[in-house]
Each structure stands twice: as structure tokens, then as C-alpha cells.
């Protein structure tokens, strides 16, 4: 098929491509910052939370806070309790306790910023601080990716590749390009990290709550001793009491482990190498970029019209090849029906010999016809009239044997003929595969008829030309071996055996005074003469070795071995029918009689 109204796409092709690489390119810059956005997103996540999960500490530093507000819930519960109490043996020393009490609770509420943990709060900003350094390094990584990479080699993909399979290599390229450097930074960054919350001491926070739970349990451990054993000594003391004062005395047994551990943990140095996991490309996500704006058709349009061009030409040259063997098979068929001629004419002439009308001139088909009369009065031979009768068996097989010839021909060349036709599918997938060839190493606007050219050494247009390469091929080994086989067995033959007629019959007549009989020789001589020259004429050589010459098996097939005086072993003596040979090839070799 050929594509309709595509005649300047030659012409849009060159200026189709530039723009497609600029849109290409745009996308492929779009799509870098969107995943170097997913190595941030990823790789930040990753720090918060090996940040929390590989510090020294864990979350004891956030326990400090805590801790406090327990202990503060344990003061308002424990006032509450003694408030709403209605016996009380001693309502003095409960008064004062709860003073006590309460008046710690109003200093915690000094301090407590009422904005949840500030611990905690301490712990994230030190963490988001790494983060923020991990970011300004990742957009470093990505301008200068962005400024250094060279996009073109991604163009074959982001254009002929789809979904994810398009975007692959550039998550490589990335990868390959910053997941070192990254990685360092990411260590780095990881491990300041870690020292800085793992140091109570440079940690203002976490300091100031850790001294003020330690000064609390110490005012804890004194309310006990005085006023909490004054109220116990008391008799009468209630149960509920009693209940309530152990309040206490549990909240002083907690904070003090609490308070001894912290107190280690600030007598040791932080870690020289904390431990830093590592970011690998595993850890990293990406997801699709967002949809871009590639507009492939125009280009992949003017890259259909080059394909069908491409496809054309391979079919104008399949069609010239069939068009030369359906040449030599005509040839072939020339050849047999002028032999078929020089046969008829010689049996017509023989029929109505020339001697009738007393002359000897060489038979053409402008020959006036004989005088009846004349003819009926020539007298009869017998082996004249089996020559005759030869010529005309000679000249019916020849006809069969052509018809069989062009028929068995005819078969071999209708499969060349039968061209499948290309459907858009055909052409679209020839196109793309132009495009992925385009992409991996485009041309220069001047080059692109050379890389066209070279496109058709390439599948699809590779395959399509060796399937009717093959086709071709084996048609031609059929066609030489069919007619080579026809020229040998049929054509060839008769000539060689019409030889021989001239050798065994033509010369017993030679022996005739008879003019008729005279005649009638000549014509038999004038035709192997013209059958010789008809050959001669296609390029096919006679092989006629002459007497003494030396015997050559490759041109000549002995018939009969013999000793004769004059002639040394291996020598020619006769040569019975002649060989025929085209260039090299020997079609038939002459029958010779050679001394021995």
C-alpha cells in the first residue's frame, strides 16, 4: 500500500524531529525533578526515622518530661483525695502537705509550656534541622544533574518505550549518578544528628527538665521524710489515708530510677561513631511522573511515509528479480520454438525437396511451392522417409515437452507474483522501530537519507526483504535446474540425436547421384548448420573435439575405446556427437571414440 497525501514529509521530518527532542527533553527535566522530589520525600522520611530509632537514647530523654507530669498528676490527685476527705485526724498537717503540693504544681505550670512535650519538641527540631540540610543537598545533587546529564541517549525510551518501561532508565541514570553522594551526605547527616540528641549536655531542653525531676525527687524524698511520716504518726490515721500518702511514696520510688539513669547516661561522652544505617536504592520509591506533553504523531507520520518508501523500493526490487527470471524463462522458450522452426522448416522442405524446381539455394520460408506433379514422381526412400518421419516425432515431442516446460514455469512464478500487502499496523510498527532506531543515534538533518538507506539492513525491512529473498532464491535454484534440465534432456537432446541421423542416415544418402536425394541432404546439412548458428547466438559453445586432440572428461564421455594406427592412447580418433557448453557449466558432453 501507499500511503495518500504524505508528499512533503520528507521535507516536515528534520524540523518534526527538533521539535520532538525539545519536548522530549523537556519531559525528561520535568521528570528528573520529580524523582529527585521522591529522593527528598523518601530519604528525609528515612532519617526522622532512623533518627529516632538508632539514638543512644531512645525515647528516655522523653520520659524526663513525662515523668514530671506524672509526678504532677500524683500532687493533684493526692490534694483532691485529702480535700474531699471527711474524716481527718489531722487536718493541720494535711493542710500543709497539700500546700506543699499545690504550690509545686503552680511552679510546674510555670515552666510547662502547655504545647505538649518539650522534650520531644527539642528532639524534632534538632531532626528537622538534618532534614533541612539532607534537602539543600538533594537540590543540589539535582541541579547539577540536571546541568550536567546528557539527556539524549533517555530520548529512545520516553518515546518508544510506555508506562514504566519509559521512565526506567532515567531512575537509573539518577541512581547511578547521585545514590553515591547521597549516600555520604545521608551518613553524615545521620550522624550529627544523632550526636546532637544524644547529648544531654548541649541539649538546653532536655537538661533543664532532666535537673528539674532530679530537684524534684529530691523535694520529694523530703516532703516524705517529714510531713508524710508527721500525718503517719498520727493515731487514728485512717485507711484512706494511708492509701493516699502511698501515692506518693510510689511516685518517689519510680522518679528515682528514672533519675540515677539519667544521671549515667550525662556522665558518659556521646559516641565517637554512633551507629548510621545507610540509604540504598531499595529504600526509595519512585512513583510515575505526571502525564507530559509529547505530541509523537506528526513525527511518527512522516516516519510512515519513509517506511512505505522504504517498503516500495524493496518491492520494486523483488519484482525486478522476478522480472529477470521470467526473462530467462522466456529465453528459454525463444530458444525452443526457433529449434522447433528450423525443425519444421526442414521437414517442409523435405517434403517438397528444391531439386523439384532445380535449384540448390538454402530453404526460407519465402521457398515457392513445388509443382505436385513433380513431387509425385520423386522416387521413394526408405530412409529418407524415415528421416522424415524422425523430424516429425522430433518436432511433436519438442512441442509437449514446451508446454510442460511453460506450464511447470508458470507454477514456479506465480508464488513471486503474490505480493502480501502491508496493513497501518505494518507500517506503524515499521515506523516505531525507525523511531527507536532514530533515537539511538539520530542523524543530522543532512545524513538522514544515509540513515534511511541504512534502516533497510534493519528489521522490520531486513525481514520483510529476506523472506522474498528466500522466496527468490529458491525460485532461481528451481528455475536455473529446470531450465538447464530442459536445454540438456530436451533441447540438446534432439540436436544430438538429430546428429547422429546426419552421422548412421544423412551420409548412407550422400552416396546418391539422385538430384532429388542431393537435395534433400543439403537440407538436412543446412539445418544442423543453423542449428549450430542458433546456439551459437545464446552463448552456448559446441563441443567438437577435433582428431589427435587429447581425451577431457569433463567435456567428453567415451562411447568406445580402439586401437588405430596414426593415434596414441588417449587421443581422439572420432568424435560422434557433439558437446555443448554456457561459460564454464558443460550441459552435455560430446560422444567420442578415443584410442586406446
Given at each position: 500500500m501507499v500511503v495518500a497525501d504524505f508528499g512533503a514529509q520528507r521535507d516536515t521530518l528534520w524540523p518534526g524531529?527538533?521539535?520532538?527532542?525539545?519536548?522530549?527533553?523537556?519531559?525528561?527535566?520535568?521528570?528528573a525533578s520529580h524523582y529527585f522530589k521522591c529522593i527528598r520525600q523518601e530519604a528525609c522520611n528515612k532519617l526522622a526515622l532512623d533518627a529516632l530509632v538508632s539514638a543512644r537514647l531512645g525515647q528516655k530523654d522523653e520520659e524526663v518530661y513525662n515523668h514530671l507530669v506524672y509526678l504532677m498528676e500524683t500532687y493533684h490527685k493526692v490534694v483532691?483525695?485529702?480535700?474531699?476527705?471527711?474524716?481527718?485526724?489531722?487536718?493541720?498537717?494535711?493542710?500543709?502537705?497539700?500546700?506543699?503540693?499545690?504550690?509545686?504544681?503552680?511552679?510546674?505550670?510555670?515552666?510547662?509550656?502547655?504545647?505538649g512535650n518539650p522534650v520531644a519538641k527539642e528532639k524534632r527540631g534538632i531532626i528537622e534541622k538534618a532534614i533541612l540540610h539532607t534537602t539543600q543537598q538533594i537540590e543540589a545533587l539535582e541541579k547539577a544533574y540536571i546541568s550536567e546529564q546528557d539527556f539524549t541517549p533517555l530520548h529512545k525510551h520516553i518515546l518508544t518505550e510506555n508506562n514504566d518501561a519509559q521512565w526506567q532508565p532515567l531512575q537509573a541514570s539518577i541512581l547511578e549518578s547521585t545514590l553515591p553522594t547521597l549516600q555520604g551526605h545521608y551518613k553524615q547527616n545521620l550522624h550529627r544528628c544523632l550526636t546532637s540528641i544524644d547529648d544531654l549536655h548541649t541539649r538546653k531542653t532536655a537538661s533543664y527538665y532532666t535537673d528539674l525531676l532530679e530537684r524534684e525527687w529530691e523535694v520529694l524524698g523530703i516532703i516524705i521524710q517529714i510531713q508524710?511520716?508527721?500525718?503517719?504518726?498520727?493515731?487514728?490515721?485512717?485507711?484512706?489515708?494511708?492509701?493516699?500518702?502511698?501515692?506518693l511514696r510510689e511516685a518517689y520510688q519510680q522518679t528515682g530510677p528514672i533519675v540515677s539513669g539519667f544521671r549515667k547516661l550525662m556522665q558518659k561522652k556521646p559516641q565517637d561513631t554512633p551507629p548510621t544505617p545507610s540509604i540504598e536504592a531499595e529504600d526509595l520509591t519512585f512513583s510515575a511522573p505526571p502525564p507530559g506533553e509529547l505530541d509523537i504523531q506528526p513525527f511518527i507520520t512522516a516516519l510512515i511515509w519513509e517506511a512505505d518508501k522504504i517498503f516500495e523500493s524493496l518491492r520494486e526490487e523483488h519484482l525486478e528479480m522476478a522480472h529477470n527470471l521470467r526473462l530467462n524463462i522466456d529465453d528459454e522458450i525463444a530458444l525452443a520454438m526457433e529449434i522447433i522452426s528450423i525443425f519444421e522448416k526442414a521437414s517442409h522442405?523435405?517434403?517438397t525437396p528444391l531439386s523439384l524446381h532445380e535449384h540448390s539455394e538454402p530453404l526460407t520460408e519465402n521457398t515457392a511451392a513445388p509443382n505436385e506433379e513433380a513431387a509425385a514422381n520423386l522416387p521413394e526412400n526408405p530412409i529418407l522417409s524415415g528421416i522424415t518421419e524422425t523430424l516429425e516425432i522430433k518436432i511433436e515431442s519438442?512441442?509437449?515437452?514446451?508446454?510442460?516446460?511453460?506450464?511447470?514455469?508458470?507454477?514456479?512464478?506465480?508464488?513471486?507474483?503474490?505480493i502480501p500487502p502491508l496493513t497501518e499496523q505494518d507500517l506503524q510498527a515499521a515506523a516505531t522501530q525507525l523511531l527507536a532506531a532514530w533515537c539511538a543515534t539520530p542523524p543530522e538533518a543532512e545524513a538522514i537519507a544515509d540513515f534511511l538507506t541504512q534502516s533497510r539492513q534493519h528489521d522490520p525491512f531486513h525481514t520483510y526483504s529476506e523472506k522474498f529473498a528466500k522466496a527468490l532464491e529458491s525460485c532461481a535454484s528451481k528455475t536455473e535446474k529446470a531450465t538447464t534440465r530442459f536445454k540438456k534432456e530436451t533441447l540438446l537432446y534432439e540436436i544430438s540425436t538429430y546428429e547422429e541421423i546426419l552421422y548412421y542416415s544423412v551420409s548412407r544418402l550422400r552416396e546418391s547421384e539422385l538430384p532429388q536425394i542431393q537435395s534433400a541432404v543439403q537440407i538436412l546439412d543446412e539445418?544442423?548448420?543453423?542449428?549450430?548458428?542458433?546456439?551459437?547466438?545464446?552463448?552456448?559453445?559446441?563441443?567438437?573435439?577435433?582428431?589427435?586432440?587429447?581425451?577431457?572428461?569433463r567435456e567428453q564421455e567415451v562411447l568406445a575405446a580402439e586401437e588405430q594406427e596414426g593415434f596414441t592412447k588417449g587421443e581422439i580418433i572420432k568424435t560422434m556427437t557433439s558437446g555443448y557448453k554456457m561459460g564454464d557449466q558443460v550441459i552435455l558432453r560430446a560422444n567420442v571414440i578415443a584410442a586406446r
Open positions: 524531529w527538533l521539535a520532538l527532542r525539545a519536548s522530549a527533553g523537556e519531559a525528561l527535566h520535568k521528570g483532691h483525695l485529702f480535700e474531699t476527705q471527711t474524716e481527718n485526724p489531722a487536718p493541720e498537717l494535711v493542710a500543709g502537705l497539700c500546700d506543699v503540693l499545690s504550690s509545686r504544681l503552680r511552679q510546674f505550670e510555670d515552666v510547662a509550656s502547655g504545647q508524710v511520716r508527721a500525718i503517719e504518726s498520727v493515731s487514728g490515721t485512717t485507711d484512706e489515708t494511708a492509701q493516699t500518702l502511698t501515692k522442405g523435405l517434403a519438442l512441442r509437449e515437452s514446451l508446454d510442460l516446460f511453460k506450464s511447470n514455469s508458470a507454477t514456479l512464478l506465480t508464488s513471486l507474483s503474490e539445418t544442423f548448420q543453423a542449428l549450430e548458428t542458433l546456439l551459437t547466438s545464446k552463448g552456448i559453445t559446441v563441443l567438437r573435439p577435433a582428431p589427435h586432440d587429447p581425451f577431457n572428461g
